[in-house]
Nanobody, 115 residues
């Protein structure tokens, strides 16, 4: 059974930083394309960042230069380092893994950026 568990969300002031973590069981991240998506109220879920099994990364234009996706194979964990946070980054962030033609999702973690 595949399980993705996110952590690290919370409330932060504009300009602040957060690091989200996604720990996996039942799947090996190094063999997947893993990514972070987010969904703000009233909006569609969108891709924030992704990393392939070949370590190629892809970022949404809105987060380039501010967010970094990292993968620790020893811990089977993927991280999203978020710096210079803006109010428009407020959303529920979801971890995703694509493996063997299937999509796996975490339960989501709330990020709120507000003064």
């Amino acid at each position: 059974q595949v399980q993705l568990v996110e952590s690290g969300g919370g409330l932060v002031q504009p300009g602040g930083s957060l690091r989200l973590s996604c720990a996996a069981s039942g799947i090996i991240f190094s063999t997947c394309t893993t990514g972070w998506y987010r969904q703000a109220p009233g909006k569609q879920r969108e891709l924030v960042a992704a990393i392939s099994s070949g370590r190629n990364t892809n970022y949404a234009d809105s987060v380039k230069g501010r967010f970094t996706i990292l993968q620790d194979n020893a811990k089977n964990t993927v991280y999203l380092q978020m710096n210079s946070l803006k109010p428009e980054d407020t959303a529920v962030y979801y971890c995703n893994a694509k493996w063997n033609y299937l999509d796996y999702w975490g339960q989501g973690t709330q990020v709120a950026v507000s003064s």
